[in-house]
């Protein structure tokens, strides 16, 4: 039940992002077709996340600690970009139109992420 929320949220996260930022977009013509893209790029993203994000923190540990965490941003930018390019792959409508698109849109589904697990709570899985 829990990984089912967090799509929710990241889905939900992934939207606003597109709705806030430039560069970030869903191109089909129903809401039914943007509601189904954004979950499964939403599940994309969360693949993504969990299975390259660890290892790219493992390798740069170093840089890590050296920005004090700053590059973190620019990690999840790249992230985002590489979903965007597996979302375009699979043939899905999800576009992410270079680094700057990706930068502030990994910010937004960050915080939105961050604020709605603040309500909705995480096991402990």
Avoid: H
């Avoid at 189904?36 to 493992?58: E, R």
């Avoid at 004090?68 to 990690?75: D, E, Y």
């Amino acid at each position: 039940m829990s990984i089912l929320i967090r799509v929710i949220v990241n889905a939900l996260a992934l939207w606003l992002a597109t709705v806030l930022v430039g560069g970030l977009e869903v191109t089909t013509d129903s809401v039914g077709e943007q509601v189904v893209t954004l979950v499964v790029v939403a599940v994309i993203f969360g693949i993504v996340n969990a299975v390259i994000k660890p290892i790219v923190k493992t390798v740069g540990c170093p840089v890590y600690v050296l920005t004090l965490g700053l590059i973190a941003l620019v990690v999840n930018a790249l992230l985002l970009l590489l979903t965007g390019w597996l979302a375009g792959q699979f043939g899905l409508a999800f576009e992410v139109d270079g680094f700057w698109a990706a930068f502030w849109g990994a910010i937004i589904v960050g915080i939105v992420s961050w604020l709605a697990n603040m309500f909705v709570g995480r096991d402990s899985d």
